[in-house]
């Protein structure tokens, strides 16, 4: 177990992964949800005003972003929030978001597998081939066949070795980028009316303002990306200089480009067209202005960027897991690194073998809004951890980067992670509930009397 009264140096984990690979891997898993599930679905439910929703992800996201960046840079360990409460708030409200989140990596993952197998059929069907292949095998649906393979084979590379999670994420997101570069550029200028008639919608908000609300709670699950930098904290080559810079870097840089895509989304079809095409709207949207080329090419950013995003995903949950075996919340197999690989292998297989499970759920509304649900939850106490320590000032908490703003920066995050939660379904709210009511007694079943908290002045 690691020492009560400082964070860990040693993890058994090594720091392989640079700038460009820590943005990465927070873009490669925000880029997947939020431009090639979410477009068609938030414009179905908020018409052009889904664009604001997005703005509001991308504003809240920087605002929590910028706490986390201090604590990042305090304790660059794998665990992200996990290791941030416990070490500020206590191990029972530390164990509490950890378990939890690491359930809601799991629904997010499986949400981006579920994706992911919608897209690879799309590839299939655009190829001509879809005849071809069965429609079901072992009376499952051959989307979620797909997803399943793609999640066995995400979970082996990641136990294979760090350095092949970071190589496939560079080689993923920078081709998908360049491929939504041309495709936003093109069909941008041809929605403002630069190469054809103006396309843009008359109403900002045809249904309201409500729905822009409830649509950014949502889309927030396409900002859990930056929450996977912290979760890998503790295999960040300079952590001091990298992790804020890619918190902050890769949220911009997405919230950007979801704004344009919805923006050009909503200038292409009405509301209930996108709702009928789901989430491979963007698909339809691409072929308008570019034709089959441009269709095929959104087909290969989208197939890459949901694999990216669960690729990622599944890294992160795994890094959770291990914080927490290591600190004796979880059974000590559970964090055991493989003597080969360097990797958590037991933690690898459980969160993929969690997240293939969930994909037959096929739900993706409710995967999403838990993953965000339980994310928030943990956003907000990261918050309050941060005020607490940076008040507190205990002899170990030395961050080479300070929230700029304390205190209000902070609490404006504990207040719109509040907020973005009071706007979610209610089956999604009730779903995480029962998660968080589980965490709470699996600590006070096995690891009541662990303790993880630095000793802190509150003097």
Known sequence: MAEPNAPADETGLERTIGLVGAITIGMGTMIGAGIFVF????VGRAGLGAAV?????????VVIALPTAELATAMPESGGGY???????????GSVVGLSVTVGLVFAAAFYLVGFGEYTLAVVAEAG???????????VGIGYVLAIVGGTALTVVSILGTEHVESLQNALVGLLIAILVV??????????GLLGRPRVPAQLLPNGSLPVLTTAALVFTSFLGFAQIAAVAGEVVEPSRTLPRALVGSILVVGVLYVATVFVTAGTFSPPRLQQL???AIVEVARVYLGVGGAVAILLAGFLATLSSANATLLGGSRVLHALSRDDVVPPHAGRISQRYGTPHFALSFVGGLAICLV????????AEVASFLHLVMYGLMCVAQLRLSRATPVWYDPSFQCPGTPYVPMAGVLASVGLIAFMQSLSQAVGIVIIVFSGLWYRAYADGVTVTPEVNDA
């Open 183 to 192: 495709f936003l550029l093109r069909s941008g200028l041809d929605v403002l």
């Open 129 to 139: 081939l879809r005849a071809a292949i069965p429609s079901a095998v072992g009376g």
């Open 360 to 367: 037959v759920v096929g739900r993706l509304d409710t995967l």
């Open 39 to 42: 477009p068609g679905l938030a």
């Open 83 to 93: 290791y941030f409460v416990s070490r500020g708030l206590g191990g029972f409200l």
């Open 53 to 61: 929703s997005f703005a509001i992800g991308t504003v809240v996201a």
């Open 278 to 280: 789901g989430e491979t």
